[in-house]
């Protein structure tokens, strides 16, 4: 069940924060693109497990469709939304994969692929789908987050273009690798370097510090939060047996 759960989780991350484009959010009121949007998410679970013409698969698709409905044409929007859109799309992960546990072991991976490779295949989903929900479904909460917090003078209107993003990925990831390596520790260094760093352009403006604090605490919470959460699916994954080098 665990490998079958690592699998869709990876699938899922891939179809709702890689595959979907911002084209596709924008016009996913039209039934054309909705469709297009569940197609993806039937396909990347497809390629994830090995199976083809798994019933339970269509049914997760169906079951993706029906929560993105509820939430584009009820009009939800707001970091609540997004949160509740995304919790109801792993309770549907969670459920097929308790529905129909063997669909990674029944898959085509297991049987094509050299029994070393097929038995890591689920960690590398477990790390993958981690990565892309620290990094990048990380950067659309906190940009949903900050709707409620604008500044009439950004911070970050002088930077770079894209730069506030760019550090916001950059920072995600290396919490997301710092948690993985167990150098939980790292991350002090992290904020302690980010606060200097910002110190000398925010200094004497509280509403910009304001700001930049709402932002990095969330930032760091959510990528802490979500690579905590992957190491507890690694663990619970059958271990890798790595074989000693020959002498």
Known sequence: MIETLAALLCAHAMAD????????????????????????????????????????????????????????????????????????????????????????????????LPEPVATALPHIFAVAAGAILAIRAGAFAIQLLMQGHALSDNPGDDGLPGGGATIGYLERALIFLLVLAGQIAGIGFLVAAKSILRFGTISGDRKATEYVIIGTLFSFGWALLIALATQSLLAALPPLEISAPRP
């Open 17 to 112: 924060f890689v595959l979907q484009t911002g084209w596709m959010v924008a016009r996913k009121r039209h039934l054309g693109v909705m469709l297009l949007h569940g197609a993806l998410v039937l396909l990347t679970a497809q390629a994830a497990t090995g199976q083809v013409a798994a019933l339970p698969l269509l049914i997760l698709a169906l079951l993706h469709l029906l929560i993105d409905c509820v939430k584009t044409y009820g009009r939800f929007t707001g970091l609540a939304a997004f949160l509740a859109d995304q919790a109801a799309h792993l309770a549907a992960l969670a459920a097929i994969a308790f529905w129909a546990p063997d669909l990674w072991a029944t898959g085509l991976w297991p049987a094509l």
